[in-house]
């Protein structure tokens, strides 16, 4: 089993639709859960990132951690064709001295149809 | 504010053969990590250099090394290529800082697609 998983894609979406994006870990001293942004063929971009359980809001996308299920997700409002790219759930343990090591999915493809 | 720049951008090279790629931080950062992104995965992390020392190591074998370099920039040497070893390289950096507090805002470059043949 993998530490971290994924909802595999594709996802397409009409634009203005609600879009959700989840993954589930299996380590439960990750204590720091991000959500980055790829377009094709450029680096990850960090949207969001939270601490610990509980929701954390960005304009459009609100970033969602239930430590005791060992869940996150990410919601994106109003969806726009901008919006499209493979979004990647990547997750940390932090303890002193050592370990900032990013863990991630396997990404989902977004498609936002105009 | 440049941020993370790599180079090269793409790189082709043939089984057997070595490779360096390069990576300078976001200005301001100390902190330099490699990820390896096969297509249609996740990056994978390669090792993660600070105080020109390699801190913290993944699941690659030693055919991968590194260097970090006195201005925070930073090298991965793949020895002896596969053809498993084709990939998109990704470097990321961050602030570490003197207290070597581990900040986890992570910022990449747009990385370097080596093929293999």
């Known amino acids: 089993q993998k530490e971290v998983e994924q909802d595999p894609g594709p996802l397409s979406v009409p634009e203005g639709a609600i879009v959700s994006l989840n993954c589930t870990y299996s380590?439960?001293?990750?204590?720091?859960f991000m959500w980055y942004r790829q377009y094709s063929r450029k680096g990850p971009e960090l949207l969001m990132y939270?601490?610990?359980?509980g929701n954390k809001e960005d304009g459009r996308f609100t970033a969602q951690v239930d430590k005791s299920s060992k869940y996150i997700s990410l919601f994106i409002r109003d969806s726009q064709p901008s919006d499209s790219a493979t979004y990647l759930c990547?997750?940390?343990?932090?303890?002193?001295?050592?370990?900032?090591?990013?863990?991630f999915g396997k990404g989902i493809t977004l498609s936002v149809r105009p | 504010d440049a941020g993370v720049t790599q180079s090269p951008t793409h790189l082709i090279k043939t089984r057997g053969q070595q490779v360096t790629l390069r990576c300078s931080p976001k200005?301001?950062?100390?902190?330099v990590s490699w990820y390896q992104q096969a297509l249609g995965q996740g990056p994978q992390f390669i090792f993660q250099?600070?105080?020109?020392?390699?801190?913290q190591r993944g699941n690659f074998p030693d055919r991968f090394s590194g260097h970090q370099f006195p201005n925070y920039s930073s090298e991965l040497n793949v020895n002896a290529l596969l053809l498993g070893d084709s990939a998109l390289y990704l470097c990321?950096?961050?602030?570490?800082?003197?207290?070597?507090?581990?900040?986890?805002?992570?910022?990449f470059g747009p990385g370097t697609r080596l093929t293999v043949t």
């Open positions: 990321a950096s961050s602030f570490s800082g003197p207290q070597k507090k581990y900040f986890h805002e992570q910022y």
């Open positions: 380590n439960s001293a990750f204590q720091y």
């Open positions: 939270t601490y610990s359980s």
């Open positions: 990547a997750m940390s343990r932090f303890y002193t001295g050592a370990n900032s090591k990013l863990t």
């Open positions: 200005s301001g950062h100390d902190t």
């Open positions: 250099y600070y105080e020109e020392e390699e801190r």
